[in-house]
């Protein structure tokens, strides 16, 4: 059986697929239709509110615009009569499209979200003995969408919205790696953990699991998402963001994360 060297789990936004044009779009659109058109956040407002590691879940982040929108009129949120169940339906129907419980049926956003690694990525992992799983703030249905559909993957072990707590709580990474040992029959206790996402929340999440569980070697690896690759300073600047949340490296794209690359990351950190 081959010896296990390592786990990675892999958020899903901005890592495994390019939300930059369907849930960053579908925020976007949401906002501007509470607003009644006043306000449309850029790519960079959306990024501001996340870099505070807050507001992973889309939904939330949609609502806090609207306040934040009214309240530079001059509203208290107690004068809003905001319905978050009105929003959320609302992004649903841009994000998923008009069959929201079909997923043969979409035909949104998420239709067109272009994929950011390949199944033959994760081959290579299993191949170099090293585990793999997914925690993401996505719903089941759309994180079961993209990673089954999309990518061909039978079963992924996926732990999403519904399961654990949001981000940056790491309740859903520890339960990540307690489903893949009892998958297993050996124990995994002391193996190293590298969680890869693209925000600060993300890593925020590790910082937390290592607080947690300070036994374990916890390491973060931040991913540039494809809408702040460009301009270099932006992709700086954002680069910095994440490291300043603790990331021990950033990439460009998650395939850059290799299995020889895991492996030096796991020995440099471990033999501090």
Do not use: C
């Not at 994440?242 to 794209?253: D, T």
């Amino acid at each position: 059986m081959k010896e296990v060297n390592g786990i990675v789990v892999f958020d899903i936004d901005g890592v495994i697929r390019d939300v930059g044009n369907s849930y960053r779009r579908a925020l976007a659109d949401t906002v501007e239709e509470f607003t009644q058109g006043a306000f449309r956040p850029s790519q960079e407002d959306i990024d501001r509110l996340k870099g505070e590691g807050t507001w992973n879940n889309d939904w939330e982040a949609s609502q806090e615009f609207i306040y934040r929108y009214f309240e530079g009129m001059g509203q208290g949120r107690s004068q809003l009569s905001l319905d978050y169940g009105e929003i959320v339906a609302f992004f649903q129907s841009r994000y998923r499209g008009r069959d929201l419980d079909n997923p043969d049926r979409w035909d949104g956003y998420i239709s067109q979200e272009p994929l950011l690694l390949q199944a033959t990525y994760l081959e290579q992992l299993t191949a170099a003995g090293i585990l793999w799983g997914f925690f993401s703030g996505a719903t089941r249905g759309s994180a079961s969408y993209i990673l089954e559909r999309r990518l061909g993957l039978k079963s992924p072990l996926l732990v999403a919205m519904e399961d654990a707590p949001g981000k940056p709580n790491p309740t859903g990474l520890f339960q990540v790696l307690e489903k893949l040992a009892a998958m297993g029959d050996r124990s995994i206790s002391q193996l190293p953990v590298i969680y890869v996402g693209d925000t600060v929340a993300d890593m925020q999440t590790v910082e937390q699991a290592r607080q947690a569980q300070p036994e374990r070697t916890w390491i973060g690896v931040g991913i540039l998402p494809p809408h702040a690759l460009q301009p270099a300073d932006y992709a700086a600047a954002y680069s910095q963001k994440l490291e300043q949340a603790g990331a021990a490296i950033v990439l460009s794209n998650v395939e850059q994360l290799t299995a020889s690359q895991i492996q030096s990351l796991i020995q440099s950190l471990t033999q501090r």
